[in-house]
């Protein structure tokens, strides 16, 4: 048992977005913005969903902010996707694993979270709970120790984080210093072999605009099939694309692995940000769906998980990127061999300057100087919470 002073309080607070961004959600955008315009889903199918994905629901969820609280009155804080429900699950079930305990006790907290939620839980919105509360304890455990939480993964094993770009804008990304830039795709198998024309013509106007040796990726959001994607993937090669990521729903193990054979030689295939914990991943690696694995920090189950996933993808010689998570995934992978670069979302409207990926949600939050940056050696992750956003708390317990 250690000597640090045991939790006190565990608090879930969601953010109503005022417009000025969303955040953790960072779907949760206005009109105009690249992240959600005629982006391919796989609710493209139906016309009426197929230009915004905010039509659908992307941003219904929101933010959660989950605090934890130190009887000396040191407070730890994370944020992630997740918003009321998430709230919910947080202060009605996974309050009771963490007040009174002891928060160096990671790894039992975390068991008990994921089993005791199992029955209903195992991936999605509640692995999505069960990690805010995780990063939030170990930005606690950062302020009680005080050492940032890359120190207590192991210690840094570079100086500085290399950064692709996600955008609509390869072009403005690789002016801006990123190794590449990773595009979403605009159309899916709904529009046939127009969409598909008009993929690849964006494809050659961005790879002329960046010359031949600047990273290009497809992001397909769960978009395709898989003859489709094979096809993009085989046209695609033509114009050097480097990855097609996540072109499948995420449960079709079957269909990666298929992917992965068919694609071109010298092609990655990419997925993961909507998988979870570490038997979602083995599942991934054990049949061999695919060359990186994008977990999603926020989202896979936290940090304590992501060790175990991390250290699966390793063994296998696989490189694990984490999905865009701003310092959560910054502390993490500047701390994995098998973690050699890192994804940073533009979260400008055109995709054509550098801003905090969270904002306006976390004060302090580093950016990417051209392409590059060294990870705050400041206490847990680094961040505060800026508490001039509307912050509320829809299941305060007394
Ligand atoms: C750009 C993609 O459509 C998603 O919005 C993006 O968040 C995610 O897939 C990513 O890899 O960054
Ligand atoms: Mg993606």
Redesign the pocket.
């Known amino acids: 048992m250690s000597r640090l002073p045991r939790i006190k309080h565990v608090r879930a607070f969601v953010v109503k977005n005022d417009g000025t961004g969303g955040g953790a959600d960072?779907?949760d955008q206005g009109d105009g913005h690249w992240?959600d315009d005629h982006?391919?889903?796989p609710m493209a199918k139906y016309p009426e969903y197929r230009q915004s994905?905010r039509s659908f629901g992307?941003n219904v969820l929101g933010t959660l902010v989950v605090e934890i609280e130190a009887e000396n009155g040191v407070v730890g804080f994370a944020v992630t996707t997740g918003g009321e429900p998430a709230a919910y699950i947080v202060e009605k079930h996974l309050a009771r694993f963490l007040e009174g305990r002891d928060p160096s006790e990671v790894e039992k907290i975390w068991d008990q979270m994921y089993f005791s939620t199992q029955y209903y839980g195992r991936k999605g919105l509640v692995v999505n709970a069960i990690s805010g509360v995780d990063l939030a304890l170990w930005d606690l455990l950062g302020r009680l120790r005080q050492e940032p939480v890359f120190a207590m993964l192991g210690g840094a094993v570079r100086d500085e984080l290399i950064f692709y770009a996600?955008?609509a804008r390869p072009d403005k990304a690789k002016e801006l210093g990123f190794i590449g830039g990773?595009?979403?795709?605009h159309h899916g198998p709904a529009e046939g072999e127009e969409g598909l024309h008009k993929t690849i013509a964006e494809l050659e106007a961005m790879r002329n605009a960046c010359g031949d040796d600047f990273w290009l990726m497809f992001?397909?959001?769960m978009a395709l099939d898989l003859n489709y994607a094979t096809r993009l993937a085989h046209e695609a090669h033509k114009l050097g694309l480097k990855w097609i990521?996540?072109a499948l729903s995420p449960d079709d193990y079957w269909g990666y692995q298929a992917l992965k054979k068919n694609a071109p030689k010298g092609m990655l295939v990419t997925t993961g940000?909507h998988e979870a914990t570490r038997w979602g991943f083995r599942m991934l690696l054990e049949m061999e769906c695919c060359d990186i694995i994008?977990p999603d920090v926020g989202w896979c189950g936290g940090v304590t998980e992501l060790q175990k996933i991390s250290a699966l993808a390793d063994a296998k010689g696989v490189l694990m990127i984490p999905?865009?998570s701003s310092v959560y995934s910054y502390h993490f992978v500047v701390t994995r061999h098998n973690s050699p670069f890192a994804?940073f979302?533009m979260m400008a409207p055109g995709a054509d300057e550098v801003v905090p990926m969270f904002h306006p949600q976390l004060i302090g939050e580093p950016v990417p100087v051209n392409g590059r940056l060294k990870v705050p050696d400041t206490p847990g992750f680094g961040v505060e919470l800026n508490r001039d956003i509307a912050l509320h708390r829809p299941y305060a317990r007394p």
């Open positions: 960072y779907h992240i982006i391919a889903t994905r992307i996600t955008g990773k595009m979403p795709l992001d397909c959001w990521e996540e940000e994008q999905h865009g994804e979302l």
